[in-house]
């Protein structure tokens, strides 16, 4: 679990460390174009987080969990294949390139990055086992997500794009997700036998 939370982190701060790239050929690179790309992840994750801790409290499983990495990875393929067409339009649409690398970065960005919030509090759903527990792990797994978008950060920033194309380092991003929903649902078929024998015993106890 704490390795797809840094998964997670990491694709987060790689595709938006890329957003600025994606718009300029429209809209510049000024620091309002920036200001509208961390705006617009600022409130997808806001999303995401209060999406997330919701769905944490119905029935949280990995198979629901591995979903948004597969989400995720979805809709992010339209910033690879339709960036163009989705920029060109809104780019004629509004003169001002402050709303429209703002309007452009809700397009792109705003539902891929809202899911990928949704990450972090339903990991701590389904790994805190009592109460007490809580803090504990919720605080461990906020800074191994953390530490994965600080690794997305330089890593996107001082050699991917240095070694790769924009659209590559994106398509690595949808395998990592996509790997990481791997990785979640083997374990939770691995994990699910040994459950429903604990429930069992449980079961038959209390007979």
């Not at 979805?74 to 003169?95: G, H």
């Not at 805190?128 to 997305?152: K, N, R």
Request: proline letters at 4%; one cysteine or more; hydrophobic letters at 55%.
């Amino acid at each position: 679990m704490a390795g797809v939370a840094f998964i997670g982190g990491f694709c987060i701060m790689t595709i938006e460390m890329l957003g600025a790239r994606i718009l300029s050929p429209y809209f510049g690179g000024s620091l309002s174009v920036w200001g509208s790309i961390i705006t617009i992840f600022m409130l997808a994750l806001a999303l995401g987080y209060l999406l997330g801790g919701r769905l944490s409290t119905r029935d949280p499983n990995g198979m629901t969990f591995a979903g948004f990495f597969i989400g995720a990875a979805v809709f992010s393929l339209p910033v690879i294949l339709f960036a163009d067409a989705i920029m060109e339009p809104i780019f004629l649409a509004i003169e001002d390139p402050r709303y429209g690398s703002l309007f452009a970065a809700i397009f792109l960005f705003f539902i891929p990055t809202s899911i990928l919030g949704m990450i972090s509090p339903y990991s701590v759903r389904l790994m805190v086992e009592t109460q007490e527990h809580s803090g504990h792990m919720a605080g461990l797994l906020y800074f191994i997500s953390t530490l994965g978008s600080a690794a997305g950060t330089l890593g996107t920033s001082f050699y991917f794009v240095l070694w790769f194309e924009v659209n590559q380092i994106l398509w690595g991003a949808v395998v990592a997700l996509i790997a990481a929903a791997g990785i979640i649902l083997v374990a939770h078929h691995a994990t699910t036998p040994q459950a429903l024998k604990q429930d069992k015993r449980y079961a038959n106890k209390r007979a």
